[in-house]
């Protein structure tokens, strides 16, 4: 178990945290979102001790995390790096020494995971040769190799297609139901809500909502709601209280309002008004309770 | 992996990924290339006759300058230029001729057959002069010795060992089993400046490389600075000694086969006093081009950063130079305290015999305690470093900022 407890982190004048808190317990996958700046990637520094925090503490499984719990540890950085002219093959295995594993252990780790992400092939050639998604791949192979307790990962789908999308996701579910701990940032809110159980909001250095998906969904003060009429839609709204934010799109119109509003009379007028082509009315997105936290 | 299995990992990246580079390949092909074409080309091209003049005074000076010529010119082949030619000028008196060698008028001086002077016997063509002659003294002795009768062998074999001119230097300071000494360190300190130069450069690009291709912070992710700044310069030092070694035994084969000059005899023990302040000298301005690596962000900016230790090295080099000449004056002893610049003045002052040992003692635990203090406060100016991007970080602002 991971347990993060009340960071504060300054760069001069910056509060790039403040009292930052979260826990990511073994066999979870930690979904850590925040706007560009919240404090995501300085969080994630600290726990692997790149970072000093000014105050707060980083435990693993209870005990403050040490040098050699970071051995265990398997952390993607925001900013790729790998040696450009080192082959692929001999940069994981160096990484997997580097983790404590044996010659013959880290080589194995390293073709295996190179033909988990169809670079079988490639083992041989050097890291600048390949594709982005293909060094990206790499990367995430390079925080697999020595097949961590705890996998931290920074924007691990950046850049990707939806192809490497898929196997990256597959690959995450995976380690997270072999009882690893899995946290990942990410500005692709419907694949969080798809791959998380669990989210974390950080917005300037604290965390303003977390907890399980589902159960954030629930006790939101929000809900969604979708409807689609013949005429201006937009009309319709002005008898509808509680109004967060609106969004037209053609005769299609989405609106956020309190989950208390209630909208059985609303639907009848919405039927009165016209014909009724299509009405959803669900718990918000995670995108909706991102964009309510970080407002 | 823990402690020195991490340093050593990274060590052995360095010197696996280097050896196997172009860039590490070609210049240790060309290096080798260069030295064995200034050993060999002169060798090949330079069929001209060495002309020198020498000074007689009194008597039985013409033999040994004869037996001198034939000797030098003994593997000629027939139909080339003599390899050398010597002119013989008479004086009346030993005075008139040392002033004729003061002006330069005569390369030596030759007295009665048993002595020789000359202006000095440092430099690698005076004492290979000096031995033509004794050579040929020698020579002409053995003739004699065989013409009577009834000679031992033991006593031809007692005149081969022996130097049968009395060598007279004029200006003094060099003794002269200290000529190999002295060719012994000043080579020692050549190959210790461009080592500097040269090695303390890749460990400086190598950690700006890593900084600039960000996969420094994957490595901190899991190992410490220290483990990594200490593998890069165990790594690229190792690659070190091997381009200089490999370089060192092709020129001295080539030396060896060529006999382009004679190498003096080099003991053991200046030998290993040379290797052991070329460690200390090189681990001084390893760590500190490692920590200068770690301020800048880009290659671009690694050369500027550089400039404090090339100019160091510089200073250093030009010091030791002094020393060489002047090995008791207050330049060399003053340098000897100064942990920069004593890995290049002890090994002269050693070579020369001109320091105490006392001096030496204090030079050894200076630079020891400045290599420990170095790599603790590079260490962290290196972890504070490595994790700024964009320019140049400031020395106190990595120190400051230094996860410890």
């Given at each position: 178990m991971l347990s993060v407890q009340d960071l504060h982190k300054s760069f001069g004048d910056i509060?790039?945290?403040?009292?930052c808190s979260f826990e990511l317990a073994r066999g979870h996958m930690l979904g850590f979102l925040g706007p560009n700046g919240a404090g995501k990637t300085t969080a994630m520094r600290i726990v692997f001790r790149l970072i000093n925090p000014d105050s707060g503490t980083v435990t693993w499984d209870g005990e403050p995390v040490d040098p050699d719990d970071l051995l265990r540890f398997g952390y993607m950085p925001e900013q790729r790096g790998l040696y450009p002219k080192m082959r692929a093959g001999d940069q994981l295995a160096y990484l997997g020494r580097l983790h404590g594993m044996s010659k013959s252990e880290a080589r194995e780790a390293a073709e295996m995971w190179l033909d988990r992400f169809g670079l079988g092939e490639r083992?041989?050639?050097?890291?600048?040769?390949?594709s982005h998604g293909n060094q990206q791949r790499v990367q995430l192979a390079a925080a697999l190799v020595h097949d961590p307790d705890l996998l931290v990962l920074d924007e691990p789908f950046s850049g990707l297609d939806p192809i490497a999308v898929e196997t990256m996701s597959d690959v995450l579910r995976e380690q997270a139901a072999a009882g690893k701990a899995v946290m990942f940032s990410s500005h692709q809110l419907d694949l969080v809500e798809d791959l998380c159980e669990d989210v974390a909001i950080i917005n300037a250095g604290q965390i303003v909502v977390s907890g399980k998906v589902e159960e954030l969904k629930d006790a939101a003060p929000i809900r969604h709601l979708e409807l689609e009429v013949?005429?201006?839609?937009?009309?319709?709204?002005?008898?509808?209280?509680?109004?967060h934010s609106t969004m037209t799109n053609g005769s299609r119109l989405t609106a956020i309002i309190?989950?208390?509003?209630?909208?059985r009379g609303f639907i009848a007028r919405a039927q009165d008004a016209g014909k009724l082509r299509h009405f959803a009315y669900t718990t918000p997105s995670l995108s909706d309770l991102f964009r309510q936290a970080v407002r | 992996m823990r402690g020195f299995g991490a340093l050593w990992q990274v060590a052995l990246r360095e010197i696996t990924e280097r050896a196997r580079s172009k860039a590490y390949l070609l210049t240790t092909a060309l290096t080798i290339l260069i030295v064995l074409a200034l050993i060999v080309l002169p060798d090949l091209f330079g069929g001209g006759t060495s002309e020198s003049t020498v000074g007689s005074v009194g008597e039985g000076n013409a033999e040994i300058v004869s037996t001198a010529v034939d000797l030098g010119n003994a593997n000629d082949e027939p139909g080339d230029p003599p390899s050398i030619a010597i002119e013989t000028v008479e004086f009346d008196d030993r005075e008139s001729a040392i002033v004729a060698l003061e002006e330069g008028e005569v390369d030596a001086v030759l007295v009665d057959g048993e002595e020789v002077i000359v202006?000095?016997?440092?430099?690698f063509g005076g004492s290979s002069f000096i031995n033509g002659l004794q050579r040929s003294a020698g020579t002409v002795q053995i003739q004699a010795v065989i013409a009577e009768e009834g000679q031992q062998a033991a006593d031809i074999i007692e005149i081969l060992t022996s130097d049968p001119l009395e060598v007279t230097a004029l200006s003094g300071g060099v003794a002269e089993d200290g000529e190999s000494k002295t060719a012994v360190a000043y080579f020692g300190l050549l190959l210790l400046y461009l080592a500097v130069l040269l090695y303390g450069t890749w460990i400086l690009t190598g950690v700006t490389e890593e900084k600039s291709n960000r996969v420094v912070e994957v490595l901190l992710s899991s190992i410490r600075p220290w483990q990594i700044l200490g593998g890069k310069i165990l790594g690229i030092g190792t690659l070190a000694i091997v381009q200089l070694l490999g370089t060192i035994v092709v020129a001295v084969v080539a030396l060896r086969v060529t006999g382009a000059f004679d190498l003096p005899p080099i003991e053991t023990a200046s030998v290993l006093n040379l290797l052991l302040w070329f460690v200390i000298g090189f681990l001084i301005f390893a760590v500190l081009f490692g920590a200068a690596g770690?301020?800048?962000?880009r290659t671009e900016d690694a050369n500027t950063i550089a400039m404090p230790m090339s100019m160091a090295a510089v200073v250093g080099f030009f010091v030791s130079i002094t020393a060489l000449n002047d090995p008791d004056g207050p330049v060399a002893v003053i340098s000897t305290f100064i942990p920069l610049t004593a890995p290049f003045v002890v090994p002269v002052r050693t070579a020369l015999e001109a320091i105490p040992v006392w001096q030496y003692l204090a030079a050894l635990v200076i630079c020891v305690v400045t290599i420990v203090v170095l790599t603790f406060v590079a260490g962290r100016i290196y972890a504070g470093g490595l994790l700024r991007y964009g320019g140049r970080v400031g020395v106190r602002e990595a120190w400051r900022s230094a996860a410890e």
């Open positions: 509060h790039a945290l403040d009292g083992i041989g050639d050097p890291v600048e040769s390949l013949e005429g201006d839609p937009t009309v319709l709204l002005d008898s509808l209280d509680g109004v309190d989950a208390e509003t209630d909208v | 202006e000095s016997v440092g430099g770690s301020l800048v962000s």
